[in-house]
């Protein structure tokens, strides 16, 4: 197996990893709603298993995730953009691996939060705009070594819809859950088809580096 495809493979383990251990974790945390609350709040204070989910989830689905990026820096052809735009991107699991060591206070939603829920949030948000930055670099650098592709258009897209879905991302909002799932699929969607773009390149193209 070439790095491009164990790259895809360990991009949808580590998306299958995340959803599925939040989805153990919430039907074993009395009266959790996966439409009304964010996942951090299965790894708060008050969680009945904080550390398994901090660590047996959201930092495990994060260090694939990076080994996975890895995988995609070797294969991109070299150029300043694109190390960039793959360094930005890969601050996303980074900054999701601070948050774990870092959880949120009880319900994530505290009238006076602690140092950590204050790191927790912070890097949570910045992972979040790291993701969308790094996306639009590495969608919008594609036409110089593919030509032709969906992942320009998708580089202008996508970050507006994930901006949206960003500033919804309130504490009281009804569906804060929902949307929060929705930016995480989308952002490893787009990082599907970027993946399986680097394997098999639009065959009418001609790769520019």
């Given at each position: ?5 164990l ?24 009266d ?35 080994g ?13 953009p ?26 994530c ?31 919008l ?28 991302l ?40």
């Amino acid at each position: 197996m070439n790095k491009p495809k164990l790259a895809l493979v360990l991009t949808i383990l580590s998306y299958l990893w995340i959803m599925v251990t939040v989805a153990i974790a919430g039907a074993n945390f009395p009266d959790y709603s996966h439409i009304s609350q964010f996942m951090s709040e299965l790894g708060a204070a008050d969680s009945p298993f904080p550390n398994l989910v901090n660590f047996g989830s959201f930092f495990a689905a994060a260090l694939i995730l990076l080994g996975a990026l890895a995988l995609v820096f070797s294969s991109l052809p070299r150029s300043l953009p694109g190390t960039v735009g793959l360094a930005i991107l890969a601050l996303y699991p980074l900054l999701v691996i601070v948050a774990s060591f870092f959880p949120c206070d009880a319900a994530c939603r505290p009238a006076t939060p602690s140092t950590s829920h204050i790191i927790h949030m912070t890097s949570a948000l910045l992972a979040y705009l790291s993701a969308i930055i790094g996306m639009a670099i590495l969608s919008l650098h594609a036409r110089k070594w593919l030509g032709k592709s969906l992942l320009t258009p998708l580089g202008l897209i996508m970050p507006v819809i994930l901006l949206v879905l960003l500033a919804n991302l309130m504490p009281d909002n009804p569906r804060v859950g929902l949307i929060q799932r929705l930016f995480e699929t989308l952002v490893y969607g787009w990082l599907v088809f970027y993946v399986v773009t680097l394997i098999a390149p639009p065959k009418s193209d001609v790769a520019r580096h």
